[in-house]
């Protein structure tokens, strides 16, 4: 095997960007149904060996998780709700027939990697070490059953911003032609096959001049669910009379920690906020009367992103001005000043990691 090179020239660490600049640990576990979980191991993030009929290659018994850590106001590196992404790993490993990880085991893991490689951080605190768990079905077997071998990772990048290092709002394409999420299937865990079918409609929203897909339901093809793998919110009114709705989490929809975060804080900051289903016809026509005013995207990758234009069979409408809002900021300002612990902590979702 051989241990990656130091991939830290001063290019990446100015603009690490998202997924490339990979930092040099990872922690690595293994699990078989006889014996249960091995020790999670501290080690150099290395190409891994594996056997090419691996069910996790084939059938795509495969999950994974996505959480951050900030540089906190003093100067010390906390993760972002990681208990929280701890049991959402394991509700993804159940609903795939796989072992879940224990929490304990996860929590470990996120501490040990941060702690290796906090120094990817020390350069710009407002860069956030991105943690990528990933659970796979490692098992040499062709046969379509689950795998009684399993492999833990934890690994880590630095990341700037998803969509560069500007929060400028992106445009979208509401897909007619696919389906993110059908009742009874995947949409609601975070598993590898969601994201994959998700690129050809990704790629058409490109070929539109668009950044991202904003999916339908698979049922009626009227109701907002999510945007590429992001959820959405739209801001009702302005000023202090702000609403805030995000469609409702009705089984299809992947429960965002960033979404749950924000429905707190908007709280929080005083506006009212509910979970409903919003058809795109009434996304349009409240963008166009003005009584929707803002929308945004938000997940751990995208933090809050602003959607400025919208492209659709029925026409393209803008939402605003087509610039960031004033709510949309405002959220996005509270949620990093909790991340990076500029503000108080009341739910406790930061979890201190002693470097
Ligand atoms: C994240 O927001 O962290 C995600 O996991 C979605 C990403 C794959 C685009």
């Avoid at 991939?7 to 014996?35: E, I, L």
């Avoid at 492999?151 to 389906?179: C, H, I, K, W």
């Avoid at 490109?206 to 959405?232: K, P, S, T, Y």
């Amino acid at each position: 095997m051989t241990t990656l090179v130091d991939t830290r020239p001063s290019k990446v660490m100015a603009n690490p960007g998202h997924g490339d600049a990979f930092t040099d640990h990872m922690v690595t576990a293994h699990w078989t149904r006889a014996d249960g979980w091995t020790v999670p191991q501290l080690g150099p993030l290395v190409n891994l060996s594996m056997h090419p009929g691996m069910i996790g290659l084939h059938y795509a018994q495969v999950v994974f998780e996505g959480l951050k850590a900030f540089v906190q106001a003093d100067g010390s590196i906390a993760a972002f709700r990681p208990r929280d992404n701890a049991a959402r790993f394991a509700r993804s490993a159940a609903r795939l027939a796989m072992p879940e990880v224990p929490a304990s085991m996860f929590l470990s893991a996120v501490e040990e990697v941060v702690r290796a490689d906090a120094d990817w951080l020390l350069d710009n605190p407002q860069h956030t070490l991105y943690l990528r768990p990933l659970l796979y079905a490692s098992e040499a077997q062709l046969m379509l059953r689950a795998s009684n071998e399993y492999t833990f990772l934890m690994m880590a990048f630095l990341a700037g911003g998803f969509f560069g290092d500007q929060v400028d709002p992106v445009s979208v394409l509401v897909s007619r032609d696919f389906t993110r999420a059908v009742p009874g299937g995947t949409g609601n865990v975070k598993c590898a096959a969601n994201y994959g079918p998700s690129l050809l409609a990704q790629r058409q929203a490109q070929e539109a001049g668009c950044q991202q897909v904003v999916w339908l339901d698979a049922a009626e093809h009227r109701f907002i669910e999510e945007m590429g793998g992001m959820n959405l919110f739209f801001v009702r009114g302005s000023g202090a009379d702000a609403r805030l709705v995000t469609p409702e989490l009705t089984g299809t929809l992947l429960p965002g920690m960033t979404r749950n975060s924000l429905l707190t804080i908007a709280a929080r900051e005083g506006y009212a906020v509910s979970e409903e289903r919003i058809t795109v016809d009434e996304w349009r026509d409240q963008c166009l009367s003005g009584a929707i005013t803002e929308t945004f995207a938000c997940g751990t990758a995208a933090v809050v992103t602003p959607v400025g234009r919208v492209r659709d069979r029925d026409g393209d409408f803008m939402i605003g001005t087509g610039t960031m809002g004033a709510v949309t900021r405002r959220l996005r300002a509270a949620l990093l000043d909790v991340q990076h612990g500029r503000t108080a902590d009341p739910a406790g979702w930061l979890h201190p990691i002693t470097i």
